[in-house]
């Protein structure tokens, strides 16, 4: 069955130090793969997405993802961590078939330090 | 260009009762899917429009029903309310039903079942 696991449920970093937030998911074919941040009261907003091709993506507000296909990974990182940065993020894998459903992993909740 | 738009934001409900939650896609967008996001989990897919057919169903009873209208607007419809339904109930839209077009999420309604 598809599935995207996130480890860490919380997370918290100093403002201006790296972060990597990990994904791991469960799919038998060419994963479609998604990162989105829900900051409270908001809906989701999309970070990057991975379809093919160069297996790291850049995304928005300074975020990468690398798709690491051995290790059915798609680790989300950023080099700086801002005060802003602090929100819910979600990894998401396609569904099958063409109707285009999302999977979510159970979130990840980002906490800065200043 | 308006984005995803939900009613009403929060909702009170008691068990038993029954409950209309409405979602506006986004200009230009024929498909619509929803989400259910208990406290504390990722986004569960609960199904998907496109142009007014369901088209797509996650793992939730029948007593979770919906409708898509020819402005592609849409609504859930949720009867006999149970406690475990208490939610941010998210509305996403996109164009077409290919499954790498990227979703637009609404801000949700927060449905509380008492």
């Known amino acids: 069955a598809q599935s995207v696991t996130q480890p860490d449920i919380h997370i918290t970093v100093s403002e201006g130090a790296s972060l990597e937030l990990r994904c791991n998911y469960s799919y038998g074919a060419t994963p479609y793969l998604f990162w989105y941040v829900q900051s409270p009261g908001q809906g989701l907003q999309l970070l990057l997405k991975y379809f093919s091709g160069d297996t790291l993506v850049q995304g928005i507000k300074g975020f990468e993802a690398e798709f690491k296909r051995s290790q059915s990974s798609f680790n989300l990182r950023k080099p700086s961590v801002h005060w802003s940065d602090a929100a819910e993020y979600f990894c998401?894998?396609?569904?099958?078939?063409?109707?285009?459903?999302?999977?979510f992993g159970k979130g990840t909740k980002l906490s800065v330090k200043p | 260009e308006t984005g995803v738009t939900q009613s009403p934001t929060h909702l009170i409900k008691t068990r038993g009762q029954q409950v209309t939650l409405r979602c506006s896609s986004q200009?230009?967008?024929?498909?619509v899917s929803w989400y259910q996001q208990a406290l504390g989990q990722g986004p569960q897919f609960i199904f998907q429009?496109?142009?007014?057919?369901?088209?797509g169903r996650g793992n939730f009873p029948p007593r979770f029903s919906g409708l898509q209208f020819p402005n592609y607007s849409s609504e859930l419809n949720v009867n006999a309310l149970e406690l475990d339904d208490s939610a941010l109930y998210l509305c996403?839209?996109?164009?077409?039903?290919?499954?790498?077009?990227?979703?637009?999420f609404g801000p949700g309604t927060r449905l509380t079942v008492l």
């Open positions: 996403a839209s996109r164009t077409g039903g290919g499954r790498h077009n990227e979703q637009f």
């Open positions: 429009y496109y142009r007014e057919e369901e088209n």
């Open positions: 200009s230009g967008h024929n498909t």
């Open positions: 998401a894998v396609g569904g099958g078939g063409s109707q285009g459903n999302l999977i």
